[in-house]
């Protein structure tokens, strides 16, 4: 039997995303998380209402803490989308992390204190699909040295790797030419767009 999850990613983005604002909210007055859609996020009103800001930004894919029956261990899987997607965004100048809340029910999920946050930099062609495998203690099977890490506070030094600004205009080219790649079309589509996996996007400003 495949393990599989009792949620989907946007379960997980809702129970992450309060956990990442939290920490840039040390460095950054602003922190906006945002799902974007073209016609929403891109559209002709939000290019008049924001075309003045500019912003860092840091991507996040939501991960769903797989499980199977009578084992006390659970699975974390990094597909290709989500590698190929992370490479395509580090080149564009935004930093990308992923994230897993390690719950086994609703109920833990609703008091989760404990993460799975994945230094995506760290990986390449080699780990598509790979599994991370955590035991009942929090320790992962067989851990690649610098992928992972516990303490959200790291999520900073990432996105100190990269000085890269954008406005909104920049930013919506770059959200479409990552969700491209990850979809491996070398042109936008739009019906592309919207399938698949897509990160959360934080927007980062200081006055």
Known sequence: MNPTSFICERSAEYILVPQVIEALRDNFRYVVPIYPWISREGSNI?????????????????????????DDRTI?????????????????????????????SFWELSECEDFLWA???????????????????????????GYFFKDIDRVSE?????????????????????????????????MYFMGGYKPVYFLLANP
């Not at 992370?86 to 992390?97: E, F, H, R, T, V």
């Not at 990269?162 to 479409?176: L, Q």
């Open 119 to 145: 230094d995506l930099a760290e990986f390449n062609a080699n780990d598509i699909d790979y599994c991370a495998v955590i035991n009942a203690q929090g320790v992962i099977e067989e851990e690649p040295e």
């Open 158 to 190: 990432i996105i100190d790797r990269s000085d890269k600004h954008f406005d909104i205009s920049t930013f919506i080219d770059a959200i479409k030419e990552i969700k491209m790649i990850s979809r491996g079309v070398g042109h936008y589509i739009p």
């Open 46 to 70: 939000s290019k008049l209402v924001n075309g003045s800001c500019s912003f860092k930004v840091l991507g996040l894919y939501p991960r769903r803490p797989k499980l199977l029956p009578n």
């Open 76 to 104: 974390v899987k990094f597909s290709e989308q989500i590698i190929y997607g992370a490479k395509a965004s580090q080149k564009l100048g935004i930093p990308i992390i992923a994230g897993c809340p390690l719950a086994k």
